[in-house]
């Protein structure tokens, strides 16, 4: 074999390394620095993260969380659907509105019940 035929797999992969370090790198250098309390305050779970381990903490940020989570891979499964739409035919569209039906079930249910509430 050739070294030639590898050099478009390491080109893939020095340009893929560089467009995940560059950014970084340039904005660490070249991004503004003025750390305040808001800023290094805890966020996103809702609590401190080096508390007493046994507290009690709010589950509805992990309850919100998982249904997006879950809503969000349901609604990935539309993109290989429209993709292959023209040839699975009339049995698949309809196999897709069940499935959105179902979704929609689900979601109005989880919004009647309160899931998606933040008090």
């Known amino acids: 074999m050739d070294l ?7 080109l893939f992969i020095l340009v893929g390394i560089a467009v995940g370090v560059v950014p970084q790198v340039l904005g660490f250098l070249l991004g503004p620095s003025r750390p305040d309390a808001a800023k290094n305050s ?3 779970c809702g609590f401190e993260a080096f ?6 903490f709010d589950v509805r940020y992990y309850l919100v969380a ?4 879950l809503f969000d891979l349901e609604i ?5 659907w429209a993709v292959a739409l023209h040839d699975i ?11 959105l039906a179902i ?5 109005v249910y989880e919004w009647k019940k309160g899931a998606l509430d933040w008090e």
């Open 76 to 80: 990935a499964f539309l993109f290989p």
């Open 103 to 107: 979704l929609v079930v689900g979601f």
């Open 4 to 10: 030639n035929e590898y050099l478009p797999v390491i």
């Open 51 to 56: 508390e007493d381990a046994r507290m009690k």
């Open 66 to 69: 998982i249904l997006f989570i």
């Open 42 to 44: 805890p966020y996103e």
């Open 89 to 99: 035919g009339t049995s698949g569209f309809l196999a897709m509105m069940l499935f």
